[in-house]
């Protein structure tokens, strides 16, 4: 049990850090600022980063619990 379990969190921690280097910044310089700007006059943009922050979302709360798990067993 203690060996799956160790795997499983190698690997969620290996999607955890994949997922959040494809992520770009929140501030990109002028640009950032100018683009952080609009998008909160104009909403926020929909696609591909929505979904990278549901999924670091995920594998952050599975992350934490694998951990946790790892403590009791």
């Not at 290996?14 to 494809?22: A, D, K, M, N």
């Amino acid at each position: 049990m203690s060996l799956v379990l160790t795997i499983i969190h190698v690997l969620v921690a290996i999607g955890l850090i994949v997922s959040v280097i494809l992520q770009s910044g929140k501030s990109a310089g002028l640009s950032g600022a100018i683009a952080g700007g609009a998008e909160s006059f104009f909403g926020r943009k929909k696609g591909l980063e929505e979904k990278l922050e549901r999924i670091t979302v995920i594998l952050a709360v599975v992350f934490v619990v694998t951990a946790l798990l790892s403590v009791l067993f």
